[in-house]
């Protein structure tokens, strides 16, 4: 049998088609309320043991920097030692008192050098301990958030291996509805529904009011509604409305009837009958 065209259907096809998918799709946000706020959580701690591993590899190329500093300062303390002995050495040959003035200078220049060079191969060496140690708690850090989001991760699975197939069954069941319903009525259900504080896109009308909002609707508005003309959506809220009968929905009488008063009889005394006689 070929499926009829969602543009083919009529108004009361259209809103209780969508009624139902409205309550496969509440079926499926409950499923979903069941994992709690385990789905966040995990994804917390994905989010952090990134940010943590980020931040070690940080640390990491900030050692690898220091120690190629230390290299490079000590290959220029070697530097400097040698033209120091080569310095000192042509000091036995000068001819005069410039020349000795200028190899002592150089002599006290590298001199100098060398000290720098120490002085920042020590700043190095305690950038690296400190270092190390961010690296060291990063790496705990890292390790203990990996043990909860283990434990997080089965708690997870676990509820989902749970709902997982009867979930399946409500998608699928979810789709074949919104085939049913022509993509125009469709795509302002699911932007009402995104809209919505309780993913509510349709209701039904409640003790005369929205069921979404609760606010009263006009008596004739509520006529409208039953009469399955057209699609009417709430005035305050934005909610396509539905009669509870179309919706499948049995409403209790709200009403109660009121107790009759009974009249109270007042019983006649003896002096009031003798009253009654004198007169």
Same mark, same amino acid.
């Given at each position: 049998?070929?499926?009829?065209?969602?543009?083919?259907?009529?108004?009361?096809?259209?809103?209780?088609?969508?009624?139902?998918?409205?309550?496969? @799709?509440?079926?499926?946000?409950?499923? $979903?309320? @069941?994992?709690?706020?385990? *789905? @966040?959580?995990? !994804?917390?701690?994905?989010?952090?043991?990134?940010?943590?591993?980020?931040?070690?590899?940080?640390? !990491?190329?900030?050692?690898?920097?220091? &120690?190629?500093?230390?290299?490079?300062?000590?290959? #220029?303390?070697?530097?400097?030692?040698?033209?120091?002995?080569?310095?000192?050495?042509? +000091?036995?040959?000068? &001819?005069?008192?410039?020349?000795?003035?200028?190899?002592?200078?150089?002599?006290?220049?590298?001199?100098?050098?060398?000290?720098?060079? /120490?002085?920042?191969?020590?700043?190095?060496?305690?950038?690296?301990?400190?270092?190390?140690?961010? +690296?060291? &708690?990063? !790496?705990? +850090?890292?390790?203990?958030?990996?043990?909860?989001?283990?434990? $997080?991760?089965?708690?997870?699975?676990?509820?989902?291996?749970?709902?997982? #197939?009867?979930?399946?069954?409500?998608?699928?069941?979810?789709?074949?509805?919104?085939?049913?319903?022509? *993509?125009?009525?469709?795509?302002?259900?699911?932007?009402?529904? &995104?809209?919505?504080?309780?993913?509510?896109?349709?209701?039904?009308?409640?003790?005369?009011?929205?069921?979404?909002?609760? /606010?009263?609707? *006009?008596? !004739?508005?509520?006529?409208?509604?039953?009469?399955?003309? $057209?699609?009417?959506?709430?005035?305050?809220?934005?909610?396509?409305?539905?009669? *509870?009968?179309?919706?499948?929905?049995? @409403?209790?009488?709200?009403?109660?009837?009121?107790?009759?008063?009974?009249?109270?009889?007042?019983?006649?005394?003896?002096?009031?009958?003798?009253?009654?006689?004198? #007169?």
């Amino acid at each position: 049998m070929a499926r009829k065209d969602p543009t083919d259907l009529s108004v009361e096809e259209k809103l209780k088609t969508l009624f139902q998918l409205q309550t496969t @799709l509440s079926s499926i946000d409950e499923k $979903k309320a @069941l994992r709690g706020e385990l *789905p @966040l959580e995990v !994804q917390d701690l994905e989010d952090e043991i990134a940010g943590l591993s980020t931040r070690s590899e940080k640390i !990491q190329n900030d050692i690898a920097e220091f &120690k190629n500093a230390i290299t490079v300062r000590k290959g #220029e303390i070697a530097n400097a030692q040698a033209s120091v002995e080569r310095y000192k050495n042509q +000091l036995n040959e000068v &001819k005069n008192n410039r020349e000795y003035d200028t190899l002592s200078k150089e002599i006290e220049y590298q001199t100098l050098e060398i000290e720098l060079c /120490n002085k920042k191969i020590t700043e190095a060496t305690t950038k690296i301990a400190e270092r190390e140690e961010d +690296l060291k &708690k990063a !790496q705990e +850090l890292i390790s203990d958030r990996m043990q909860d989001l283990e434990g $997080k991760r089965e708690e997870l699975d676990e509820i989902m291996q749970e709902t997982k #197939e009867e979930e399946e069954r409500l998608k699928d069941k979810a789709k074949d509805y919104e085939l049913k319903i022509e *993509p125009r009525l469709l795509n302002s259900f699911k932007r009402i529904r &995104k809209n919505a504080r309780n993913g509510l896109g349709i209701v039904y009308v409640q003790r005369d009011a929205c069921g979404g909002c609760f /606010n009263k609707i *006009p008596p !004739q508005r509520q006529l409208d509604i039953k009469m399955h003309k $057209k699609v009417i959506v709430c005035e305050y809220c934005g909610r396509i409305l539905i009669d *509870p009968e179309l919706a499948g929905v049995k @409403l209790t009488a709200a009403k109660e009837e009121k107790p009759k008063r009974k009249r109270a009889i007042r019983k006649t005394t003896k002096k009031d009958d003798t009253a009654k006689t004198e #007169e």
